[in-house]
């Protein structure tokens, strides 16, 4: 009896385990499969580490939305794309971004200068490739 | 109590007089540079110049026009911040100076600054009605930006 059941359950419990499994996200927030899709690994790494808390749907200020929202990117036309890399590469290197304040808060979103080497090198070649389009 | 009037009224009026002696520089440059964005965008309108210097120029560019109390103390120090925080953000007169990506995003960021009322800011607009964008403003020089955009991008 006992061993009758166990070998019908353990199929079916295999099946809600991965169903369930799913629904697991590793990156947080999820963005929609289009934006950053393409982008670097380390990049993207950097990027869901410091900026996506306040720049992507659902998250940061009405403020931090309308500068930049990562969620809406491949919404925005070509040319306000361009803009937002050459401005995303601006703050960055000025140390605009991240906030001060958020920076105080949060001390492990403070960026290196390695890290924003890499973001504001993507960015640049980023916003040349698509001056070439 | 009325010796204690008097007495905050000169403290008031000694401290008002005392702090005309911390002056500010006026933003007045002597000539229009060739980088002015005007001067780099010969084709557009005059009209759009035109209100486009009365809505932006007093803190986005290097000629600010000081009305008549802007060089008493403390307006002139707020004044003056106003100022340096608009042109440590976008300064028209050196336009020709951005490389293309830095154009791109100066005209991309005006029409989407004007579009949420973002700018010019209220606290400007309370004293200066005329540098109020209609819809119509707002729609031609969106217009106008997006359009000088695409062709900064298809013409290098």
Same mark, same amino acid.
């Given at each position: 009896?006992?061993? @009758?059941?166990?070998?019908?359950? +353990?199929?079916?419990?295999a099946l809600v385990v991965f169903v369930a499994a799913q629904n697991i996200s590793t990156v947080s927030p999820? +963005?929609?499969?289009?934006?950053?899709?393409?982008?670097?690994?380390? =990049?993207?790494?950097?990027?869901?580490?410091?900026?996506?808390?306040?720049?992507?749907?659902?998250?940061?200020?009405?403020?931090?939305? @309308?500068?930049?929202?990562?969620?809406?990117?491949?919404?925005?036309? +070509?040319?306000?794309?361009?803009?937002?890399?050459?401005?995303?590469?601006? =703050?960055?290197?000025?140390?605009?971004?991240?906030?001060?304040?958020?920076?105080?808060?949060?001390?492990?979103?403070?960026?290196?200068?390695?890290?924003?080497? =890499?973001?504001?090198?993507?960015?640049?070649?980023?916003?040349?490739? +698509?001056?070439?389009? | 109590? #009325?010796?204690?009037?008097?007495?905050?009224?000169?403290?008031?009026?000694?401290?008002?007089?005392?702090?005309?002696?911390?002056?500010?520089? #006026?933003?007045?440059?002597?000539?229009?540079?060739?980088?002015?964005?005007?001067?780099?965008?010969?084709?557009?309108?005059?009209?759009?110049?035109?209100?486009?210097?009365?809505?932006?120029?007093?803190?986005?560019?290097?000629?600010?026009?000081?009305?008549?109390?802007?060089?008493?103390?403390?307006?002139?120090?707020?004044?003056?911040?106003?100022?340096?925080?608009?042109?440590?953000?976008?300064?028209?007169?050196?336009?020709?100076?951005?490389?293309? #990506? #830095?154009?791109?995003?100066?005209?991309?960021?005006?029409?989407?600054?004007?579009?949420?009322?973002?700018?010019?800011?209220?606290?400007?607009?309370?004293?200066?009605?005329?540098?109020?964008?209609?819809?119509?403003?707002?729609?031609?020089?969106?217009?106008?930006?997006?359009?000088?955009?695409?062709?900064?991008?298809?013409?290098?």
């Open positions: 009896m006992k061993k @009758n059941i166990g070998f019908s359950i +353990l199929p079916l419990l999820q +963005l929609p499969q289009d934006a950053d899709a393409k982008w670097p690994e380390e =990049v993207k790494a950097i990027l869901d580490g410091t900026c996506y808390g306040c720049h992507t749907d659902d998250n940061g200020s009405e403020k931090s939305r @309308n500068a930049l929202n990562f969620s809406k990117w491949e919404d925005y036309k +070509l040319t306000k794309k361009i803009g937002k890399l050459n401005d995303i590469s601006e =703050v960055l290197k000025e140390k605009k971004m991240p906030p001060k304040k958020y920076i105080e808060k949060f001390p492990d979103k403070a960026l290196s200068d390695k890290q924003i080497g =890499v973001i504001t090198n993507w960015a640049n070649a980023e916003a040349n490739k +698509l001056m070439e389009e | 109590m #009325k010796n204690i009037g008097r007495i905050i009224l000169y403290i008031f009026l000694g401290s008002f007089i005392f702090i005309q002696f911390f002056r500010v520089e #006026k933003n007045q440059s002597e000539e229009v540079s060739q980088d002015d964005f005007f001067v780099q965008n010969p084709s557009m309108p005059e009209a759009m110049v035109s209100q486009l210097k009365t809505s932006c120029y007093d803190c986005h560019s290097n000629f600010t026009q000081y009305p008549w109390y802007a060089s008493i103390a403390p307006f002139s120090w707020v004044i003056d911040q106003h100022i340096r925080n608009g042109k440590d953000e976008l300064n028209l007169s050196e336009y020709g100076s951005f490389d293309n #990506k #830095k154009k791109i995003s100066v005209l991309s960021k005006i029409c989407e600054m004007i579009s949420d009322s973002s700018m010019p800011p209220n606290n400007y607009l309370m004293l200066h009605s005329d540098a109020a964008l209609d819809a119509d403003d707002i729609s031609a020089i969106c217009d106008w930006s997006d359009g000088m955009a695409l062709f900064i991008m298809r013409n290098r």
